[in-house]
């Protein structure tokens, strides 16, 4: 009898007991651990599932005002959707259109496939997030393809890795896809970090995070975040010629640089950390870099709520902030052109790493490269977080190659993917390179360039667009 009523009581109290945590464990108000924790670790889906998003709202809460390009990006937050398709489907997920982004948005279409849409980038059975993408040092119709690998099976994953094949398009340009399976790029570990308190448990990264592969004016560079010796997590950087089996005639072109009296990019030749000017955040991410004609390499470390610039070293130091130099006509044009982020779970932040542009047409025999026509140009997002879902929209940021470098002008709308199937479908660009093989940091308007991003968590993707096609409805400073 006093079996049959202790069982009668458990079958009672189970169901209420179940109740109960499923309430606490989605309340707005409790968390774990703190977000700083889980902002270390980009866009992992099985770190958000274990984590919960409601830090995501945690730290744009109390972190917006004061650094809000170091919040997370959408190459390295957690957005609460999960690849394991935990949530909805994403036709029911994204069927909130809103109004037509044609009238919203400045819609970019490939110039490759036929439908005008984006493409996959595929390497092969692996999972990756994060896409880069430059054209092959000597094969025509080939790329390398770069982007974080990440496995299901790691509830909480500590060891990250950069994946990278060599890789060409299918018959209809619907995926880029690798010639041979993919392979980790040796990147060496960085040491623990100065990760203390609520931060200690970033101490157990191992690998490279969120990397950006790019060209400068003559050499490919990798930079990634990883533990740092300034501060908790920072930005590292090295030459991607040394991680992977490259030549492509570089001694030619060295030998013609000291011909010229150039000296030929050979420094970061094993992983480098780069610095800032202070203050540092404990978590340091989304920086990109600049060069101005003379060759002279300068770091972007913030972009709102003000930009911060200087001067890099070829050892990774950083002279003074020399945003203040142009910082009153930025600030002009910012606050005419810059999308206004809301009160609660928006941000502004940096996101790809940069261009130089020539505004006119390469097929034009009168176009000509000066001070007056070429400009730097990179692409920020502003991030919303409602509902647990995190929506970006990318801009484009021209500012002028020599120094102070001021803000030339901004996109006016946001930039819109065709093929994005709702406006609350999470798009988040990661990384941009010419597609023409030989061609490195500069372009002009007739030519085309890859912008790389990722789609919920799920894929990695890319759009070949002409660079005049970003540059529509931009907002010019000297109007303001």
Known sequence: MLVREFRRLVLLILPLLLLLYTVVRYSRNWSPISYNVTDWIQ??????????????????????????????????????????????SSESAHDSFGPDPKNTHIELFSTSTLDGRYFRVSFGDRLAINPNIIPHPLLEDTWIIIANH???????????????????????????????????LPIAATGLGKCEGELQYASLNVGPHDARVFYGPRSPFIMYGSNSQETCFGQWIQDFRVLVNWDSGDDLEAINANLEGQEQENFFQLGTELRRPPPYSPMEKNWFLFWDPDGQMYAH????????????????LAGLDLAPSAAIDDERCMEMYMPKPGPVHESIHQSTNSLSITMCRRSDPSCSPSDA???????????????????????????????????????QKPLWIHGRDARNQ??????????????????????????????????TASIDVLASDLLVGLGYCHET
């Open 426 to 459: 999470m798009f988040y660009v990661t990384s941009m390179s010419w597609k023409a093989r030989g061609q490195k940091y500069h372009g002009y308007l007739d030519d085309t360039l890859f912008l790389n991003f990722g789609i919920e968590d799920r894929e």
């Open 301 to 316: 470390y913030d972009i709102a709520p003000k930009r911060v610039f200087a001067k890099l070293e070829v050892d990774g």
């Open 43 to 88: 866009r992992i889906p099985s770190v958000s599932h274990v984590f919960g998003t409601q830090h995501e709202q945690h730290v744009l809460d109390s972190h917006s005002d004061s650094r809000n390009n170091n919040t997370t990006s959408g190459n390295n937050g957690l957005s609460g959707v999960l690849l394991n398709n935990e949530i909805e």
């Open 373 to 411: 026509n070429t400009f730097i140009f990179t692409i920020f997002q502003h991030k919303t977080f409602h509902d647990f879902h995190s929506v970006y929209e990318p801009y484009v940021m021209l500012f002028r190659r020599r120094t102070p470098f001021p803000v030339y002008g901004i996109s």
């Open 150 to 184: 990440y496995s299901l099976d790691n509830t909480i994953p500590t060891d990250f890795v950069e994946l990278a094949c060599d890789a060409v398009f299918n018959e209809d340009n619907t995926e880029l896809n690798c010639l041979f399976p993919p392979i980790p």
